[in-house]
Nanobody, 124 residues
Framework: QVQLVESGGGLVQAGGSLRLSCVAS????????MAWFRQAPGKERKFVGV????????TYADSVKGRFTISRDNAKNTVYLQMNSLKPEDTAVYYC?????????????????WGQGTQVTVSS
């Protein structure tokens, strides 16, 4: 059974940084794409970024491009989301997601497994 466990969320001032981690169990990790989504209160879950399974190619939402970076360490079964220059509008619960296939997808329906989420709050 695949499990994803996120950590690293918290409260930070605008302009600050946080690094989220997602530890995955199961054989899919090294070949499957891994993504981050976020969901603010009362809003739908939105794509943040994704890293492919085979080439570690990344794609980001326009709202975070240039500020957020996704990376993965297959030896540790971990994917990271480095968030810099944080803004109050980045406040949300951040979810890690995994899919069995390697290709990049931005829709939440394309992902097979989800973590429980970690809260990120950015104060102004």
């Amino acid at each position: 059974q695949v499990q994803l466990v996120e950590s690293g969320g918290g409260l930070v001032q605008a302009g600050g940084s946080l690094r989220l981690s997602c530890v995955a169990s199961g054989a899919i990790f090294s070949s499957g794409a891994m993504a981050w989504f976020r969901q603010a209160p009362g809003k739908e879950r939105k794509f943040v970024g994704v890293i492919s399974g085979l080439t570690s190619t990344t794609t980001y939402a326009d709202s975070v491009k240039g500020r957020f970076t996704i990376s993965r360490d297959n030896a540790k079964n971990t994917v990271y989301l480095q968030m810099n220059s944080l803004k109050p509008e980045d406040t949300a619960v951040y979810y890690c997601a995994a899919r069995k296939a390697a290709g990049l997808r931005v829709g939440p329906g394309s992902y097979d497994y989800w973590g429980q989420g970690t809260q990120v709050t950015v104060s102004s």
